[in-house]
């Protein structure tokens, strides 16, 4: 599928919508794309949408492009209200975006759990990259990372890929994490974990190499270790800026947004490879 249309940013009159909407910024002029800013009003029983809430929706959206004009950025803005429940309005309309971004906080509130269920439906939903944006992540301090969740090989580097674009495009530095599978720890010795580390840095490496001679200015490492992302994300998370994570993570975007996890970076959820993301289309239009 050719994505074309726009990057779309859900709004909904929050703190968490404009720091959604400030970072999107970038990803559309970066792609000359128009910046759409989108809310959804959910329909009455007979299908009618309530003249309070268009009227609430009209000055959410409006609010929201006065916010991003006021950034003065060189890019096209447009404003769009939807019908029907978020997560699944918000899913049908990024069908042709080029990414979708979304808005999170970690409070403990009914209202706050509500948003990160949505963030984490949306994720598994939508049918482009999906940015999940922390307001607190643009704004601490120091050089922090965009970190790639990679495998033991570079075989399938979309996920890698669109972590090199972001480090560029956000001029941070990018770790790629190359954590590999490690069914059964107790046969591997010491050695053996290093000696695994090494191939697997090493295999990565190779593949940065080219990038590296056509963009001098990005900063990479590689680190290699066996295990999940996730551990990795919760040890680090104070350090890193942006995670891009593969799509079949996506299910894991609701345990990343909890307040115990102290998530203060954004996520960056790829799309889905064609195939798979038919099967899951279908998937949910069988059972709607």
């Known amino acids: 599928m050719v994505r074309s249309s726009a990057v779309l940013v859900g709004v909904d009159g929050s703190a ?83 990414m979708l971004c979304l808005g999170f906080t970690d409070g403990a509130s009914g209202r706050h759990r509500a948003r990160r269920s949505t963030a984490a439906e949306i994720a598994s939903s939508a049918r482009c990259p999906v940015a999940i944006i922390h307001p607190a992540g643009n704004h601490s301090p120091g050089a922090r990372w965009v970190v790639a969740e990679s495998g033991a090989s570079p075989s399938d580097d979309a996920t890698s890929t669109r972590a090199v674009d972001e480090a560029l495009l956000r001029g941070a530095p990018l770790r790629i994490v190359a954590a590999w ?14 000696r695994k580390n090494r191939l697997v840095k090493a295999r990565w ?16 490492h590689v680190t290699a270790a066996p295990g999940s992302i996730l551990n ?48 899951r289309t279908s998937s949910s239009e069988q059972s709607g």
Not at 246 to 255: F, G, L
Request: hydrophobic fraction near 45%.
């Open 181 to 194: 599978p490690s069914r059964y720890p107790d046969m591997y010795d010491d050695h053996a974990v290093a």
């Open 16 to 98: 968490t919508g404009a720091a959604a909407a400030a970072w999107a910024v970038k990803e559309a002029a970066s792609r000359d794309l128009p910046l759409r800013l989108v809310h959804a009003v959910t329909a009455t029983g007979d299908g009618r949408v309530d003249a309070q809430d268009l009227a609430r929706a009209g000055r959410i959206v409006h609010n929201a492009v006065t916010a991003v004009e006021a950034l003065g950025a060189p890019v096209r803005i447009e404003s769009q209200i939807i019908c029907g429940a978020t997560a699944p309005a918000l899913s049908a309309a990024s069908h042709d975006a080029a």
């Open 205 to 220: 490496e190779r593949w940065l190499a080219p990038r590296r001679r056509q963009h001098p200015e990005l900063d990479a």
């Open 232 to 279: 990795y994300l919760a040890r680090h998370r104070k350090g890193i800026r942006l995670a891009v994570l593969s799509h079949e993570r996506a299910d894991d975007v609701a345990e990343l947004l909890a307040p115990c996890v102290d998530c203060e970076f954004d996520i960056l959820i790829c799309d889905a490879p064609p195939g798979r993301r038919h099967d």
